[in-house]
């Protein structure tokens, strides 16, 4: 018995050894994630020039944008058949970087005319300075009268006495512009589906890709929806989920 004993407090010893190990560990993997992201965001700044070329070349294709969002294996789980109605007025998406730190953006969606909302632009602000404590602006949707997509989801958010809009899993995806978070969304708007857009349309995004589009965790505001459908259809059917844009989208409750 004593044998036993001792046996047993010298592999608990051995294992706390091991977890103190692997915390040192995780710690030069947690820098090197920090490092990766803040050279990748500073190559993207690099980038802008092209983007801005790329401007040119993207307004002369209908509705890119929107078949870039419904190609998207994840984002297009997000978005309801009334959300891509108003989705069809998208002229440009702009992911605008600051020079001094590069890591923090806005996300601004470029509108025409529409019978949906008065904003020309739809913005996000991240502030990423801080780790694990992203700073968010929201900018306000100027809704017209009876055109608010997010009416139910706020309606639903007040009686619940609520902050989370993903408890409703058809809410709008434009309730990500109110989130007081969404910055995996947006993690995924600004460093997957901006950069690789021309991909996107045109369905060159296939299955050797799925590992790293499910590296974007995305699991607060209204962005965590359907993220296990998008994942699951996503795996199902390999390359046909990016070649084709989804026909049907689920209708708006009334």
């Known amino acids: 018995m004593t044998s036993e004993n001792g046996t047993d407090i010298e592999l608990e010893r051995s294992l706390e050894a091991l977890n103190a190990i692997n915390q040192d ?42 078949t870039c969002l419904e190609k998207h294996p994840i984002i297009t789980s997000l978005i309801e058949m009334e959300d891509a109605e108003a989705i069809s007025y998208l002229e440009d998406i702009e992911i605008e970087r600051s020079i001094e730190t590069p890591i923090n953006y806005k996300v601004m969606f470029v509108f025409g005319e529409n019978p949906y909302f008065s904003n020309s632009k739809l913005i996000k602000e991240f502030d990423l300075s801080d780790k694990g404590n992203a700073k968010v602006t929201n900018h306000k949707i100027d809704w017209k009268s009876g055109k608010d997509l997010t009416a139910t989801a706020k309606k639903e958010e007040a009686e619940n006495d609520s902050d989370d809009f993903s408890e409703n899993e058809e809410s709008s995806f434009f309730c990500w512009f109110d989130d007081e978070n969404g910055s995996e969304l947006a993690d995924l708007i600004a460093n997957d589906l901006f950069p690789n857009a021309g991909m996107y349309y045109t369905g060159a995004v296939g299955s050797d890709d799925e590992d790293e589009l499910l590296s974007f965790g995305l699991d607060s505001g209204v962005e965590n929806a359907d993220l296990d459908s998008g994942a699951e259809n996503f795996d199902e059917s390999d390359d046909e989920v990016v070649e084709d844009a989804p026909v049907t989208k689920r209708p708006k409750r009334e």
């Open 25 to 66: 560990i995780n710690l030069i993997v947690e820098q090197l994630i920090d490092e990766e992201a803040a050279l990748h965001a500073k190559y993207e700044l690099k980038k802008a020039p092209l983007y801005k070329k790329r401007q040119g070349v993207i307004a002369k294709i209908p509705k890119f944008w929107l």
